[in-house]
């Protein structure tokens, strides 16, 4: 993403600054896409999680009603564009063989054209962005320069999210991993004062304990600094034993 507004398009660095979760900066993408097409009425934007589709935020009438039309048969074409990558245009439902019946109930709820492009796609969260019309033939001559960056700048904030957890999943498995050592380093310490030994034979020592009876040795280590001191040792602060 970049900081400089693509002109019909808002500042994605201010949208991104404004909102507080992945859900709401869609939101405002999908409130966007709204006024970028005025002949559409509604807007939906499509997520695939844990492998279930899911319209996540949506924007003026109709969208998560076709939405959900859709994933209750399997098939359309929201769920097209999110499968292949791929934009699908509906020219009008009224003539459209594809999808079973979907078309039909489209066009019973005044919705006669729409338009699907592709987010994220080929990811383990793919998705799509949804126009719909009550026009037949409501984004032929439509500029769809706008909202392909639209969804492009969506496929990017789904990416950072991705990064951001990821970075958070390490930095709390780090975490652990310090706090693991530093409560293993001074159990090995209380071993070494006690039996007179070395750094590599006091963990062995633990090591040979933890097998036998079974627990891990963060536990083993634990529980012994807790006999010690008196209290369970506080994550990543260094204890010293009871005189």
Same mark, same amino acid.
């Given at each position: 993403?970049?900081?400089?507004?693509?002109?019909?398009?808002?500042?994605?660095?201010?949208?991104?600054?404004?909102?507080?979760?992945?859900?709401?900066?869609?939101?405002?993408?999908?409130?966007?896409?709204?006024?970028?097409?005025?002949?559409?009425?509604?807007?939906? $934007?499509?997520?695939?999680?844990?492998?279930?589709?899911?319209?996540?935020?949506?924007?003026?009438?109709?969208?998560?009603?076709?939405?959900?039309?859709?994933?209750?048969?399997?098939?359309?074409?929201?769920?097209?564009?999110?499968?292949?990558?791929?934009?699908?245009?509906?020219?009008?439902?009224?003539?459209?063989?594809?999808?079973?019946?979907?078309?039909?109930?489209?066009?019973?709820?005044?919705?006669?054209?729409?338009?699907?492009?592709?987010?994220?796609?080929?990811?383990?969260?793919?998705?799509?962005?949804?126009?719909?019309?009550?026009?037949?033939?409501?984004?032929?001559?439509?500029?769809?320069?706008?909202?392909?960056?639209?969804?492009?700048?969506?496929?990017?904030?789904?990416?950072?999210?991705?990064?951001?957890?990821?970075?958070?999943?390490?930095?709390?498995?780090?975490?652990?991993?310090?706090?693991?050592?530093?409560?293993?380093?001074?159990? $090995?310490?209380?071993?070494?004062?006690?039996?007179?030994?070395?750094?590599?034979?006091?963990?062995?020592?633990?090591?040979?304990?933890?097998?036998?009876?079974?627990?891990?040795?963060?536990?083993?280590?634990?529980?012994?600094?807790?006999?010690?001191?008196?209290?369970?040792?506080?994550?990543?602060?260094?204890?010293?034993?009871?005189?």
């Amino acid at each position: 993403m970049t900081g400089v507004p693509t002109p019909g398009l808002p500042d994605v660095t201010s949208l991104l600054l404004d909102t507080t979760s992945l859900d709401t900066f869609l939101q405002a993408l999908a409130e966007c896409a709204l006024a970028l097409a005025p002949e559409a009425e509604g807007c939906g $934007i499509t997520l695939e999680r844990q492998g279930r589709p899911t319209t996540v935020v949506s924007a003026g009438h109709d969208a998560p009603e076709l939405d959900e039309a859709q994933y209750g048969q399997d098939d359309g074409p929201c769920l097209q564009s999110l499968r292949t990558g791929e934009e699908v245009a509906v020219t009008d439902m009224l003539s459209e063989t594809r999808w079973g019946p979907y078309p039909a109930h489209a066009a019973a709820l005044g919705t006669r054209s729409s338009m699907s492009l592709p987010i994220a796609a080929h990811t383990d969260t793919s998705g799509a962005l949804n126009l719909y019309a009550p026009k037949p033939s409501a984004f032929e001559a439509a500029d769809l320069t706008d909202l392909r960056n639209l969804a492009s700048q969506a496929t990017g904030a789904i990416e950072l999210a991705h990064r951001i957890a990821d970075a958070r999943t390490f930095a709390a498995d780090l975490q652990a991993a310090l706090v693991s050592r530093s409560v293993i380093d001074q159990a $090995i310490g209380v071993i070494m004062g006690q039996q007179r030994c070395t750094a590599e034979e006091a963990f062995a020592i633990l090591r040979t304990a933890s097998q036998h009876r079974n627990i891990k040795l963060r536990d083993l280590c634990t529980d012994l600094l807790t006999n010690i001191t008196g209290a369970p040792p506080p994550d990543g602060e260094t204890l010293h034993p009871r005189p």
